[in-house]
């Protein structure tokens, strides 16, 4: 019995991305410019936890455009409600492009100073590098010399990272959001070779799916301690409530998360109108997926 409630205990905690702000393409969740952003990212963080996710999951714009007042005022709240936000995603903006010949160093270096310090102020752990718009590699620029600046630019996220106690996490893309960087063995590829204390991957199941990306390459990734993350959502971007034929295959994801002891977080990243109302169905889905597999030890 000990032994079973030794592998339930170590269930990921689950979480879920609140996309107002995103630079994601997927994403229709922009705030009004009427509406308070403070009140907005703050009501939207405590539906989540109030809806079940061990935490909740937001954009690095959502906090680099505040105000430095609107930034005082949301970690003011944050703190007293005595809340973190551990994971930040959509990195870097589509107007800071990071290739081709139009990049501007020092406006992306003072960015990512910027978005460091906020997101450890507010306890963040861990930056999700997606940015699909200003990674992608401009038509007739060379591929190779694209990948070049993006290793630059990780080598720069690292000294900032170190200084802020930070992660940064390489996310594979599927090859409609970007052209570079579309599979979890390339972004591991990347990490290892660079070799970097504090730059990671993330699988993306959603993004492993449409680029038939076997889960298995999660063990690789677990094994050489890379796999800092794992998003999921259904093969459409929907909130999963069930095993859907040619969908997503989160039971084999997860039993390799297990089998390999995995001991990072596992987010929703999914497309809806209120994730907190919509997505308490999907939430009982997976914890209960995750029970099972964890009770089975298969």
């Known amino acids: 019995m000990s032994g079973l409630k030794e592998r339930i205990s170590s269930l990921p905690a689950i979480g879920c991305c609140l996309t107002s702000g995103s630079f994601m393409p997927q994403s229709g969740n922009q705030v009004d410019a009427v509406e308070d952003h403070v009140d907005v990212l703050f009501e939207g963080v405590c539906a989540l936890l109030q809806a079940g996710y061990d935490y909740a999951e937001l954009t690095v714009g959502?906090?680099?455009?505040?105000?430095?007042?609107?930034?005082?005022?949301?970690?003011?709240?944050?703190?007293?409600?005595?809340?973190?936000?551990?994971?930040?995603n959509s990195f870097i903006p589509p107007t800071?492009?990071?290739?081709?010949?139009?990049?501007?160093?020092l406006a992306v270096e003072q960015y990512v100073k910027h978005a460091m310090k906020?997101?450890?102020?507010?306890?963040?752990?861990?930056?999700?590098?997606?940015?699909?718009?200003?990674?992608?590699?401009?038509?007739?620029?060379?591929i190779e010399q694209g990948l070049d600046q993006i290793k630059e630019f990780l080598i720069m996220c690292d000294r900032y990272a170190a200084q802020y106690e930070l992660s940064v996490a390489i996310e594979p893309l599927n090859s409609k959001e970007s052209n570079v960087i579309n599979k979890v063995e390339e972004a591991l590829d990347i990490a290892q070779g660079?070799?970097?204390?504090?730059?990671?991957?993330?699988?993306?199941?959603?993004?492993m799916h449409l680029e038939q990306e076997s889960p298995e390459i999660v063990k690789r990734a677990i094994d050489n301690r890379l796999l800092a993350h794992v998003h999921y959502a259904e093969f459409d971007r929907s909130f999963p409530v069930r095993d859907v034929e040619g969908g997503v295959d989160l039971t084999h994801l997860f039993s390799l998360l297990r089998d390999s002891r995995y001991e990072g977080?596992?987010?929703?990243?999914?497309?809806?109108?209120?994730?907190?109302?919509?997505?308490?169905?999907?939430?009982?889905?997976?914890?209960?997926?995750?029970?099972?597999?964890?009770?089975?030890?298969?």
């Open 62 to 88: 959502s906090l680099a455009q505040l105000t430095d007042g609107e930034f005082e005022r949301l970690l003011h709240k944050l703190r007293s409600a005595g809340i973190s936000i551990p994971v930040f």
């Open 96 to 105: 800071l492009k990071l290739t081709g010949p139009d990049v501007q160093q």
């Open 118 to 142: 906020r997101i450890h102020d507010v306890g963040g752990e861990l930056i999700i590098f997606g940015s699909g718009a200003a990674r992608t590699i401009p038509e007739g620029f060379a």
């Open 194 to 207: 660079l070799n970097l204390g504090h730059i990671q991957v993330l699988a993306d199941a959603y993004h």
């Open 265 to 298: 977080r596992v987010s929703a990243e999914c497309m809806t109108e209120s994730a907190a109302t919509s997505s308490g169905d999907s939430l009982d889905y997976v914890k209960s997926l995750l029970t099972q597999l964890h009770e089975r030890g298969e």
